[in-house]
């Protein structure tokens, strides 16, 4: 609204300029309503000009309604084997229309940046809709033959639908969200700086390299924020979930669902457009990015990723300080001033644990690694190289052409989902304000109230 005043020189109320918004998305990406049925387009196109992608299209065979579409493109999933062996799942809300949620699943690279592997759009995040996601995701991964880590938020229907589809694969739980969780149990129990020390003594707890540490940092923890509470935290949670002291697999370092986030924030603007544009947009915006990091990444002269190669030299530093005593083959002690380590190169292990935990090797073992006259870049894993970078985005996504789009989507129409409230008891508190707010006609739902577009949650059920 300001900028149209300092362009044209004219002042537009909110309700002008949301329907004036309105028109222009419907202009550009079509109505809402009917980009349901372009879904069955999309489907057609994408596995006719990308072989080997997974377009799952689900419809209520008898209401013909929308349930939910599973999208994973054939230049992501070969990718994808170059890529760490991680997953992040998580889910963000729609804001179009009929709402809805997003699911997806988001690799990592060997430059710390996200991977999009798979999304999943639908009606919310249930038991059910993960089941759907899940399976199709594991038909995807199977085929590589490795063992995923999966990263989540442990929201109660991720969890009981990934036991069932992942029961035998490592599972780790966002610190960020159990931080949260544990924040709450101290609400009108203490002040902030209380549940701040609280905070303080658990993250020494969660990231705590050995078994021996834990025990340690627990104790204080118990002793901070007292003993049945943290107790009562503590047994709801497994230690392998999220502890690193008792994480038996490679979890390179990782302790929250931050890429997740970071690809939630990335298509921030799509998750506004109608589902078939969110995700036909969301398309166009991966192909663009794999094509220009496979550009990008042809002019790197270093062995390693360029943040992966600066950790290393950082690490390399850190090294010089440390003097390597031979214990027996491939096994050394590590000493500085004050403290000792051990490290078998061998079987790429440190008593400092940070080389299992990071799967990347600490400065201890690099001082081994160059006691022995080895080559450093022989213990790295191969997943932070330049090579398996490049190895990534040598897989483009093909572009689709709609020139016959008005001619498929109208054989197969179909309607949209009924939507639903959001779970929980609905507000009985009337929220306190300066002055008695006028009666609005929502431009979602079409009714007279006191909320918009944005904040509707009124059930969608009637044909528009």
């Not at 809805?100 to 059910?128: V, Y």
Request: contains cysteine; charged residues 25%; glycine residues 6%.
């Amino acid at each position: 609204m300001r900028n149209f005043k300092s362009t044209y020189g004219y002042e537009i109320s909110y309700k002008v300029a949301s329907r004036a918004k309105k028109r222009c998305v419907e202009k550009m990406y079509g109505s809402e309503r009917d980009s349901f049925s372009m879904l069955s387009w999309f489907r057609e196109a994408v596995l006719e000009t990308n072989p080997g992608s997974s377009v799952v299209l689900e419809v209520d065979e008898s209401t013909e309604r929308f349930k939910r579409v599973f999208v994973a493109y054939a230049g992501q999933i070969q990718g994808f084997k170059f890529s760490l062996p991680v997953l992040y799942v998580d889910g963000a809300f729609g804001k179009s229309k009929y709402k809805g949620q997003i699911l997806a699943a988001t690799g990592r690279n060997g430059n710390k940046g996200f991977f999009p592997l798979a999304l999943c759009f639908c009606d919310s995040k249930t038991e059910e809709n993960w089941l759907f996601f899940f399976k199709n995701l594991k038909a995807l991964l199977e085929p590589q033959g490795r063992i995923i880590t999966f990263i989540s938020d442990r929201g109660v229907g991720l969890l009981k639908a990934f036991d069932l589809i992942f029961p035998g694969n490592p599972h780790l739980y966002c610190y960020h969200h159990l931080r949260y969780n544990l924040s709450r149990k101290y609400k009108n129990k203490g002040g902030e700086i209380v549940v701040a020390d609280v905070l303080q003594k658990f993250f020494k707890v969660a990231y705590a390299s050995t078994e021996k540490f834990f025990y340690f940092h627990l104790k204080i923890l118990r002793d901070e924020g007292g003993a049945s509470t943290i107790d009562e935290f503590i047994r709801e949670i497994p230690l392998e979930h999220w502890c690193r002291a008792f994480f038996k697999g490679c979890r390179y370092g990782i302790m929250a669902n931050g890429i997740a986030e970071s690809f939630n924030n990335w298509i921030v603007v799509e998750r506004s457009l109608p589902p078939f544009a969110m995700l036909d947009q969301t398309r166009m915006k991966e192909m663009k990015m794999m094509s220009e990091r496979s550009v990008e990444s042809k002019s790197w002269t270093t062995k390693l990723t360029p943040k992966m190669e600066k950790r290393l030299k950082e690490q390399l530093d850190r090294s010089r300080v440390f003097r390597v005593i031979a214990s027996h083959e491939n096994v050394y002690e590590v000493r500085n001033d004050k403290y000792s380590y051990s490290v078998d190169i061998s079987t790429r292990t440190c008593s400092c644990v940070k080389w299992q935990i990071n799967c990347f090797p600490c400065a201890h073992a690099l001082a081994a690694i160059q006691g022995a006259r080895l080559d450093v870049y022989d213990f790295i894993d191969p997943y932070f190289t330049a090579e398996y970078y490049r190895m990534c985005y040598s897989f483009p996504i093909a572009p689709l052409s709609n020139v016959d789009a008005s001619c498929s989507f109208t054989e197969d129409f179909i309607l949209p989902p009924v939507t639903k409230r959001p779970a929980g008891r609905p507000k009985s508190k009337r929220i306190a304000s300066a002055g008695e707010k006028k009666l609005i006609r929502c431009g979602r739902c079409n009714k007279m109230g006191h909320h918009n577009k944005k904040s509707c949650t009124e059930p969608l059920n009637m044909l528009l």
